[in-house]
């Protein structure tokens, strides 16, 4: 009966989880503005590995990470730059053909923040790239793919200022950056809010 509870318990949270992305997928579609506060980069790239690495684990990957613990602040939307990065190393994954190995690191180059998904999968092939950050746009059409995961993550990221750069070679793997603003610290009091506007 405890295991019952518990599984519910968690059913609910995940499907308020999948609520939110949701509603934050309609926002993004409508190039609606989102609620952003304060938060602590370090922290969300450790939940977002946490909750890729079954995933990654079930198409036969190993993840692999150094993120540090050196607490890193900007004004993002913590769910919205959480799916992002999960699509990243979700993407990773399914690259990985079966066997292979993600690493996510993250970086500080002064006032920026760079959190970095590299697989060594197969790759991306040149007539490719030039298409990955548009919606809906897959290679894996046939594999269920929806070509949500990269455009979204590009979105994200050029929405809160940032950029992602995306490196690929054909059975070599991938290197996806994405790059965001951090605050310096007296501008960090907790959770301060952004209106939206």
């Known amino acids: 009966a405890a295991d019952r509870e ?5 059913a609910v949270i995940e499907s308020q989880r999948c609520g939110r992305i949701v509603r934050n997928l309609l926002r993004f579609a409508r190039h609606e503005p989102t609620a952003r506060w304060v938060e602590d980069v370090t922290l969300l790239v450790s939940r977002a ?3 890729a690495r079954a995933y990654v ?4 990957g190993q993840l692999q990470t150094s993120i540090g ?11 919205e730059l959480e799916q992002a990065l999960v699509n990243l190393i979700r993407n990773a994954a399914e690259s990985l053909e ?4 993600i690493e996510v690191q993250t970086t500080r180059l002064e006032d920026i923040v760079e959190i970095e998904v590299r697989d060594d999968g197969r790759g991306i092939h040149d007539e490719e790239l030039s298409h990955v950050f548009e ?14 995961g990269l455009s979204f993550a590009h979105g994200v ?3 809160h200022g940032g950029e992602l750069l995306l490196d690929s070679s054909p059975e070599k793997g991938t290197r996806v950056r994405l790059r965001l603003q951090l605050l310096s610290p007296p ?9 939206l506007s």
């Open 6 to 10: 518990e599984a519910l318990k968690t």
């Open 49 to 51: 590995v946490e909750l």
């Open 57 to 60: 684990i079930e198409a036969g």
């Open 69 to 79: 613990d050196e607490p890193l602040y900007a004004m993002i939307s913590p769910i």
């Open 98 to 101: 079966g066997s292979g190995r």
């Open 135 to 148: 919606p809906f746009y897959t290679a894996r059409l046939r594999d269920g793919g929806t070509g949500l």
């Open 157 to 159: 990221a050029t929405g």
């Open 187 to 195: 501008e960090h009091p907790a959770r301060e809010m952004l209106p």
